[in-house]
């Protein structure tokens, strides 16, 4: 497989809350067919787009009731190859959600399993006559679901899931199950997708006396299905979403001879660089890349700073998780199962000091690094819609009704209220806005290998508050360096020479004074 996807940047995508075509109020693929240039102009190589498929959406469309066929909101399978097809067109990849630890209850698999105890379908899910089985299993979903196990009234028995009630698990014990799944995968890979990113990978198991996540047969299960996706399709991209600690998300890579994913969320490193720069101390990152270990050759880490769920803290200590909720999430609307629920720009305070330092340290760490939509313009949330629903609001294009994204009178969820100001036809001109501000880190990133795929180092600074590392490549080099405090700061760099911050175009010597909250990638 070419590995462009070191040198990429991704940028994930709801179609709901994109673009209205039609003027129901809901964001559809002719919709975004129209955002594409804005995408592209970033300097993004490659959208994922959650869930497009039927589904009752009772969980973003995280809830499958047909694999096989687009959400009617969304617009047709004709819809979606002219989107993958446009977004090709203007050198765009895209890859898609593939939803394959459960489905939604209104699947027809699940129908017909519940009625009929001597369906084929019924070994497609996992049921007991207790729901007392994998009792060590936490719940996920911990607001809503009080187990893991609920009694269906027409199968006259329980049936196992991780997530909500109404998205039972598939049984990937039945083989059945899995040549089902690859013939879904087949189905979009015929179509020109570029690739998955995997949901909920550490689950597609069940064994007694374990916590059921991670288990030997779900490896074994991945490789597999990385053995169908090689033999069928070299060029298919996957990556996992398994939010673990990095020493669990190691196997994930799988090894040279039995490989799984090329690309894996790296989780960990997420809350801590939120951690780091609250706390203006950078011990939390320089830890967690301590614990993170070297991965195969060809694999690459993804990191994010936000998505379309709950900005996790499933992977901080329970100290760290309480101090994270009483610095970002003051109002207890902000905080939902093991997380908070907010965007990018209100957790750095709306300050562009801020974001920007949270920014361009993300995208100077290894990885290949993912944008959740409408953080390049510092969008807002809504801690009044419920679920995880506040970070997945329309998108905000212009000053005009509705955003510019629907001419609808009623919308899925309505617009954030400062979408006068905080929109992209309203920062295209600024220099310094959120938008602009994107589109140059993207670009000067893009100008430096070292930054997209070099080695990493850190930098001792004999400063807690100072952060920096370098990343290097032949023979090119950069030093990145991230004042976290909100005070100037007086560091010695590692060499006595002279600087060029490729962000600013200015000079620096090796003793330097930081303004606050700076940052700097120096040559
Ligand atoms: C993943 C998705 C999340 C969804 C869950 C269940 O974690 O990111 O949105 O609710 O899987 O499918």
Same mark, same amino acid.
């Given at each position: 497989?070419?590995?462009?996807?070191?040198?990429?940047?991704?940028?994930?995508?709801?179609?709901?809350?994109?673009?209205?075509?039609?003027?129901?109020?809901?964001?559809?693929?002719?919709?975004?067919?129209?955002?594409?240039?804005?995408?592209?102009?970033?300097?993004?190589?490659?959208?994922?787009?959650?869930?497009?498929? +039927?589904?009752?959406?009772?969980?973003?469309?995280?809830?499958?009731?047909?694999?096989?066929?687009?959400?009617?909101?969304?617009?047709?399978?004709?819809?979606?190859?002219?989107?993958?097809?446009?977004?090709?067109?203007?050198?765009?990849?895209?890859?898609?959600?593939?939803?394959?630890?459960?489905?939604?209850?209104?699947?027809?698999?699940?129908?017909?399993?519940?009625?009929?105890?001597? @369906?084929?379908?019924?070994?497609?899910?996992?049921?007991?006559?207790?729901?007392?089985?994998? +009792?060590?299993?936490?719940?996920?979903?911990?607001?809503?679901?009080?187990?893991?196990?609920?009694?269906?009234?027409?199968?006259?028995?329980?049936?196992?899931?991780?997530?909500?009630?109404?998205?039972?698990?598939?049984?990937?014990?039945?083989?059945?199950?899995?040549?089902?799944?690859?013939?879904?995968?087949?189905?979009?890979?015929?179509?020109?997708?570029?690739?998955?990113?995997?949901?909920?990978?550490?689950?597609?198991?069940?064994?007694?006396?374990?916590?059921?996540?991670?288990?030997?047969?779900?490896?074994?299960?991945?490789?597999?299905?990385?053995?169908?996706?090689?033999?069928?399709?070299?060029?298919?991209?996957?990556?996992?979403?398994?939010?673990?600690?990095?020493?669990?998300?190691?196997?994930?890579?799988?090894?040279?001879?039995?490989?799984?994913?090329?690309?894996?969320?790296?989780?960990?490193?997420?809350?801590?660089?939120?951690?780091?720069?609250?706390?203006?101390?950078?011990?939390?990152?320089?830890?967690?890349?301590?614990?993170?270990?070297?991965?195969?050759?060809?694999? @690459?880490?993804?990191?994010?700073?936000?998505?379309?769920?709950?900005?996790?803290?499933?992977?901080?200590?329970?100290?760290?998780?309480?101090?994270?909720?009483?610095?970002?999430?003051?109002?207890?609307?902000?905080?939902?199962?093991?997380?908070?629920?907010?965007?990018?720009?209100?957790?750095?305070?709306?300050?562009?000091?801020?974001?920007?330092?949270?920014?361009?340290?993300?995208?100077?760490?290894?990885?290949?690094?993912?944008?959740?939509?409408?953080?390049?313009?510092?969008?807002?949330?809504?801690?009044?819609?419920?679920?995880?629903?506040?970070?997945?609001?329309?998108?905000?294009?212009?000053?005009?009704?509705?955003?510019?994204? @629907?001419? +609808?009178?009623?919308?899925?969820?309505?617009?954030?209220?400062?979408?006068?100001?905080?929109?992209?036809? +309203?920062?295209?001109?600024?220099?310094? @806005?959120?938008?602009?501000?994107?589109?140059?880190?993207?670009?000067?990133?893009?100008?430096?290998?070292?930054?997209?795929?070099?080695?990493?180092?850190?930098?001792?600074?004999?400063?807690?508050?100072?952060?920096?590392?370098?990343?290097?490549?032949?023979?090119?080099?950069?030093?990145?360096?991230?004042?976290?405090?909100?005070?100037?700061?007086?560091?010695?760099?590692?060499?006595?020479?002279?600087?060029?911050?490729?962000?600013?175009?200015?000079?620096?010597?090796?003793?330097?004074?930081?303004?606050?909250?700076?940052?700097?990638?120096?040559?």
């Amino acid at each position: 497989m070419s590995e462009w996807y070191h040198d990429s940047v991704f940028y994930e995508l709801y179609i709901r809350a994109y673009q209205d075509s039609t003027g129901n109020g809901r964001g559809d693929f002719r919709g975004a067919i129209e955002r594409l240039d804005h995408i592209k102009s970033l300097g993004v190589d490659c959208i994922w787009i959650m869930p497009h498929y +039927a589904s009752p959406l009772l969980d973003g469309g995280y809830d499958i009731s047909d694999y096989r066929d687009v959400h009617p909101d969304f617009g047709t399978l004709d819809d979606f190859k002219a989107f993958l097809d446009a977004a090709h067109a203007r050198g765009l990849r895209v890859v898609t959600d593939l939803v394959m630890n459960h489905t939604s209850d209104q699947h027809p698999w699940f129908q017909a399993a519940r009625q009929d105890k001597d @369906s084929p379908y019924r070994d497609y899910y996992v049921w007991s006559d207790t729901g007392t089985e994998y +009792a060590e299993t936490r719940i996920i979903f911990l607001d809503v679901e009080a187990s893991n196990w609920s009694y269906d009234d027409v199968a006259g028995q329980y049936f196992w899931h991780r997530f909500y009630s109404s998205q039972p698990d598939l049984n990937y014990d039945n083989p059945k199950v899995h040549e089902e799944m690859f013939d879904v995968m087949r189905f979009w890979l015929d179509m020109g997708i570029d690739g998955f990113r995997v949901d909920a990978i550490p689950y597609l198991y069940e064994r007694e006396g374990t916590n059921c996540e991670n288990l030997p047969e779900t490896h074994l299960f991945l490789q597999k299905m990385r053995r169908m996706v090689d033999a069928e399709y070299p060029e298919c991209l996957l990556i996992a979403e398994a939010n673990m600690w990095p020493e669990e998300l190691l196997p994930y890579f799988g090894t040279a001879e039995n490989p799984e994913f090329q690309i894996c969320f790296h989780f960990p490193i997420m809350p801590r660089l939120y951690q780091a720069l609250r706390a203006q101390d950078k011990t939390a990152i320089e830890e967690i890349w301590a614990r993170t270990p070297d991965i195969p050759e060809g694999t @690459s880490w993804m990191t994010f700073l936000r998505n379309h769920d709950e900005l996790t803290l499933e992977m901080v200590t329970p100290e760290v998780r309480q101090w994270m909720w009483e610095q970002y999430a003051p109002e207890p609307r902000m905080k939902q199962n093991m997380g908070i629920r907010r965007r990018l720009a209100p957790l750095m305070d709306n300050n562009k000091q801020k974001w920007f330092l949270i920014n361009a340290l993300f995208l100077s760490l290894p990885g290949v690094p993912i944008l959740y939509y409408g953080d390049e313009i510092g969008m807002s949330d809504n801690i009044w819609l419920p679920d995880r629903h506040g970070v997945r609001t329309p998108m905000q294009w212009d000053a005009s009704k509705n955003a510019g994204f @629907s001419d +609808a009178d009623e919308l899925y969820f309505p617009v954030i209220e400062n979408y006068r100001e905080v929109n992209v036809a +309203a920062q295209e001109k600024d220099p310094t @806005s959120y938008l602009n501000l994107t589109r140059r880190l993207l670009q000067v990133r893009s100008e430096q290998p070292a930054l997209r795929h070099g080695g990493f180092a850190f930098v001792e600074t004999g400063n807690t508050a100072v952060l920096a590392f370098r990343r290097f490549i032949d023979e090119q080099s950069i030093l990145c360096v991230f004042n976290l405090s909100d005070e100037e700061q007086v560091v010695m760099l590692d060499e006595k020479r002279p600087y060029r911050d490729v962000l600013s175009n200015e000079n620096a010597t090796f003793d330097i004074s930081l303004a606050p909250r700076a940052v700097h990638w120096f040559i």
